[in-house]
């Protein structure tokens, strides 16, 4: 039976068909093979009970507050501004690219629009300053990551819904590992420039008047920040409601500075509402097919081999890690989460596994997985805005990225308290 799924899951990748329709497809052959009764029945109950998740409803509040953020001009001022703090350090403006992606990280819960903003304002500087053009590529692809792990994360809402995890705790959990790979990625770029300088590009000159001028430009994604887990935290608000608070800090920000207009706004509705279809057709393709896999015995079948194995703790993570790392390279993140999440983190959790840290570690799998051909998301976001040139490029310069992200889970697996600590905090 898992044979027959994986081997209808490639063909329909291979046919190139979209995600959220392949889920499906895969979904009515599996019920149609092996099951007794029309499963299909089930899609309008299944379609409606997800979409009526009110945890749900933070995912196109998240969206339309990336897209203020683009559309109105605040990412690309706060970029300029970053740009005059990092010159000194080898590497230059690729620092800036990973401290941006960071921040905004910390108000768009999205890797992809991440990449996608971050990269609108970055790649310009390429040619201007020398840089290797493979690793400043790199620099956006992996960074733009970091916007599902640092919170808020739409994929952290997504994961807490299938596990009945907290979701405040999962954001707390985030946070240090968050700064902790954003620091190993700048010190990937670090290592490299010391070992190759002409990869660098020339130093940007500036000054401590210019720096200090810019530091406005860096407050509106502090106060969003703020806005959105400081609610949550205050008892202010819940998950759904502080993502909707963002919009509102976010809108007001841009008000302030003349920059909401009727087209701006017109714009990040229209961007929202194509990217929030996008995730919920993904969403409910994806239940459907857990039902599905459910109802047959697969689910079941999987568990009861991987516990017949007789694997150690360790062995299992290390197996997971394998799994995840190889149907990365061939799935959509999201669609992968909502596909095996029901599966596998049941049994990790009665290996001894905390919920909260698997999730962790599973939203930094999925960070590798954005950036590991040939279906890494990321890859094709930063050259989709490059407009020239074969992928190739992209991929070259990700490659060290991927490296720093297994040292992060490795990292994760020797000290768990770096994600433990701050929701362990909390709960005292």
Known sequence: ????????????????????????????????????????????EIAWGTSNNFLLVAIPFFVLLGEILLRSGMAERMY?????????????LMHSNI?????????????????????????????????????????????????????????????????DTSIPK???????PGLVLAALFSLTVLLI???????????????????????????????IFLAVLGSIYAGWATATESAALGVIAAAAIAAWNRKLTLKTLLSAFEGTMRTTAMIMAILLAAYFLNFV????????????????LGLSKVQLLIVVVIFYFILGMFMETLSMMVATVPVIAPIMINAGYDPVWFGIMIIILMELAMITPPVGINLYVVQGLRKRGRIDD???????????????????????????????MAAT
């Not at 420039?193 to 210019?210: D, H």
């Not at 310069?397 to 433990?420: N, Y």
Request: aromatic share 8%; net charge positive; hydrophobic share 55%.
């Open 99 to 163: 401290a941006a992606c960071a921040m905004f990280a910390a108000t768009s819960g999205s890797s992809v629009a991440t990449a996608a903003t971050i990269g609108t304002v970055a790649l310009g500087e390429v040619e201007k300053r020398g840089y290797s053009e493979r690793l400043f590529l790199g620099t956006i692809a992996a960074g733009g990551t970091l916007g599902i792990l640092i919170p808020p994360s739409i994929n952290m809402i997504v994961y807490g819904v299938l596990t």
């Open 80 to 92: 300029n501004a970053l740009v005059l703090w990092v010159p000194w350090l080898p590497g230059g």
């Open 170 to 176: 999962l954001y707390l959990a985030g946070f240090i």
């Open 293 to 308: 896999i459910t109802s047959i015995g697969l689910t079941g079948q999987v568990n009861r081999f991987i516990t017949n």
């Open 193 to 223: 420039c010391l070992i190759w300088p002409r990869l660098g590009g020339a130093p940007t000159e500036t000054s401590w008047r210019q720096r200090i001028a810019a530091l406005p430009d860096l407050l509106p994604p502090l106060i």
């Open 394 to 424: 992209v991929i070259i310069g990700a490659s060290p990225f991927v490296v720093t992200m297994m040292v992060m889970l490795a990292i994760l697996a020797i000290w768990p308290s770096i994600a433990l600590w701050l929701p362990s």
């Open 1 to 44: 039976m898992l044979i027959v799924t994986l081997a209808i899951l490639i063909a329909l990748l291979a046919l190139a068909i979209p995600v959220a329709a392949g889920l499906g497809i895969l979904g009515l052959s599996l019920s149609a093979i092996y099951s007794k009764l029309p499963l299909s029945l089930a899609m309008g």
